[in-house]
């Protein structure tokens, strides 16, 4: 079993619908958690960073982080067509900010006009 | 700022030859990532190297791969024998001093296709 698991998707919603994309994870040291977007044949740009529990908002979009759960979700608001991508969730461990982040296999997000 | 770069974008070559792959980081930034992501295997972590030093070599998947970084700044990471199994995007990532040690930033990635 991975250590992040990310339900590949595909996701298909219209335009101005509010998605959730979500991963689990099963490492308890995770604490700190990111969501990346990555479009066809670019690297991955990072878009939410959260370090342990709690919620965080930047304009269209909330990530969400439950320990207790072991669950992480990205909602997007007010869908665009330009959010279809792949959207990749990623964690690390505390004790230190340095070292390699574990991803999720991606959910691949259409939004459609 | 200039990104993070990487050359070439793509690569071509036939199975047993070497490759290498560059990464140009983002000034200033002291920790760089080599990861790999392929279809079947999702993005998975190569090394990690601080300055110039590698404390994380543990996602290298054979002593075919290796990777050196230079005046803290440029790396090359390095597949000796190339394999069908070694075609992949190969990605860099850097990050920033402490504070916000743990957002990582990737390049555009090198398209590896071994014949």
């Known amino acids: 079993q991975k250590e992040v698991e990310q339900d590949p998707g595909p996701l298909s919603v219209p335009e101005g619908a509010i998605v959730s994309l979500n991963c689990t994870y099963s490492?308890?040291?995770?604490?700190?958690f990111m969501w990346y977007r990555q479009y066809s044949r670019k690297g991955p740009e990072l878009l939410m960073y959260?370090?342990?529990?709690g919620n965080k908002e930047d304009g269209r979009f909330t990530a969400q982080v439950d320990k207790s759960s072991k669950y992480i979700s990205l909602f997007i608001r007010d869908s665009q067509p330009s959010d279809s991508a792949t959207y990749l969730c990623?964690?690390?461990?505390?004790?230190?900010?340095?070292?390699?982040?574990?991803f999720g296999q991606g959910t691949i997000l259409t939004v459609h006009p | 700022g200039a990104g993070v770069s990487q050359s070439p974008s793509n690569k071509v070559t036939e199975k047993g030859k070497d490759v290498e792959l560059r990464c140009d980081p983002i000034?200033?930034?002291?920790?760089l990532y080599w990861y790999r992501q392929s279809l079947g295997q999702g993005l998975e972590f190569l090394i990690y190297?601080?300055?110039?030093?590698?404390?994380?070599k543990s996602g290298l998947p054979s002593d075919r791969f290796s990777a050196e970084r230079t005046g803290g700044s440029v790396s090359t990471l390095t597949i000796q024998r190339t394999q069908q199994e070694d075609s992949a995007v190969y990605l860099c990532?850097?990050?920033?001093?402490?504070?916000?040690?743990?957002?990582?930033?990737f390049g555009p990635g090198t398209r590896l296709t071994v014949l």
């Open positions: 990532a850097s990050s920033p001093t402490s504070g916000r040690a743990a957002e990582q930033f």
């Open positions: 490492n308890s040291a995770f604490q700190y």
């Open positions: 959260t370090y342990s529990s």
């Open positions: 990623a964690m690390k461990p505390g004790g230190t900010s340095y070292g390699k982040l574990t």
């Open positions: 000034s200033g930034h002291t920790a």
């Open positions: 190297f601080q300055g110039n030093s590698a404390p994380d």
